[in-house]
């Protein structure tokens, strides 16, 4: 069992809607959790991180996590055309990752004008 | 862009030759790492550097060497490559304020 998962899509949803993405992990070892986009032929760019169970948000983006069920997940409010990204989930035990952080696939968005 | 440059961005080369991957990063940071990314495996850890002289291994180390001798520079060979080793490697630093990691550019590297 890899030690993320996460679906790979795509995703396609219309412009407005509300986008959720998820990711489950099987070590509860891991305790910080952030969320990547990723633009294609682009670096990854941090949209979040958090450390403790519950929501975090951040403009139209929130994250939530549930160390109970091992899971997280990303929402997209007022998704926009712009937002059509690949998602990628990540996990570390220790804070910044230190010893590197365990990704997911990746989930490709596709937002529908 | 948290000051990561990559070079080159894009190599070709043949399969047995080496190939160094240069990162290198303007806001001396202590920790630097080097990941891989392939289609159907996402981004895997190949090594990291937690301080000048001081590396060690990944989830996918085999086939790389790593090398900082200055805070800024964070170098990953291929001392013999191979047609397995095509990928997009990307350089990562650990923030400080946040305290996650960023990203570079990426380096496109085929090998035939």
């Known amino acids: 069992q890899k030690e993320v998962e996460q679906d790979p899509g795509p995703l396609s949803v219309p412009e407005g809607a509300i986008v959720s993405l998820n990711c489950t992990y099987s070590n509860s070892a891991f305790q910080y959790f952030m969320w990547y986009r990723q633009y294609s032929r682009k670096g990854p760019e941090l949209l979040m991180y958090?450390?403790?169970?519950g929501n975090k948000e951040d403009g139209r983006f929130t994250a939530q996590v549930d160390k109970s069920s091992k899971y997280i997940s990303l929402f997209i409010r007022d998704s926009q055309p712009s937002d059509s990204a690949t998602y990628l989930c990540?996990?570390?035990?220790?804070?910044?990752?230190?010893?590197?952080?365990?990704f997911g696939k990746g989930t490709h968005l596709i937002i529908q004008p | 862009d948290a000051g990561i440059t990559q070079s080159p961005r894009h190599k070709v080369t043949e399969t047995g030759t080496p190939v160094t991957l240069r990162c290198h990063q303007t806001e001396n940071h202590r920790y630097m790492y080097w990941y891989r990314q392939d289609p159907g495996h996402g981004l895997r850890l190949i090594h990291y550097?937690?301080?000048?002289?001081?590396?060690d291994k990944g989830e996918v180390s085999d086939g790389y060497s790593v090398s900082r001798s200055k805070t800024e520079d964070f170098l990953l060979t291929l001392e013999s490559a191979t047609s397995s080793q095509t990928s997009v490697y990307f350089c990562?630093?650990?923030?400080?304020?946040?305290?996650?990691?960023?990203f570079g550019p990426g380096t496109r590297l085929l090998v035939l």
């Open positions: 990540a996990v570390s035990r220790s804070g910044g990752g230190a010893d590197g952080l365990t």
């Open positions: 990562a630093i650990r923030g400080t304020a946040e305290e996650t990691q960023y």
């Open positions: 550097s937690y301080g000048v002289k001081d590396t």
């Open positions: 958090t450390y403790s169970s």
